[in-house]
């Protein structure tokens, strides 16, 4: 005997078998894990000092990664000194956003988090 529905009033009970049950219930469990939509977060890492045509080359790729609907994570890493180029890590980052503007939203503005600028993308909704 197992208890199908134990909120209900009066709580609804069957006489199967318990093997059988709990295995119909793990296949029910899978199928809607495998409905569930997987987030994929890409990555595109620029330097402090990152030239113009590697900035076009990266932003290619970003286009890329949000239109097939992943998130973006795009991070200027600072090496050594160049710590001290916090403003055009920060500059690089916003001009993305702007110039991806039609692709995606800002999800999170740049933040500093140790030695990296930190600033997240979300595809816009087709």
């Given at each position: ?14 006489i ?24 994929v ?10 030239d113009?045509?590697d900035f ?11 239109q097939?609907?992943?998130?973006l ?12 180029y916090?403003?055009?890590g920060?500059?690089?980052l ?27 993308l979300a595809?816009?909704?087709?």
């Open positions: 005997m197992v208890e199908i529905s134990p909120k209900a009033d009066p709580p609804v009970c069957k199967i078998d318990y093997k059988k049950f709990l295995y119909e219930q793990k296949k029910r469990e899978k199928a809607q894990k495998s409905k569930a939509t997987k987030v977060v890409k990555e595109i890492r620029f330097g402090p000092n990152t113009e045509h076009e080359f990266k932003k290619k790729h970003a286009i890329k990664f949000l097939e609907g992943a998130k994570k795009a991070f200027v890493f600072f090496k050594g000194r160049s710590i001290i916090k403003d055009q920060h500059i690089l916003l001009r993305l956003a702007t110039e991806l503007e039609e692709y995606g939203k800002v999800e999170q503005m740049p933040k500093l988090e140790g030695k990296r600028m930190i600033m997240y595809p816009k909704k087709k």
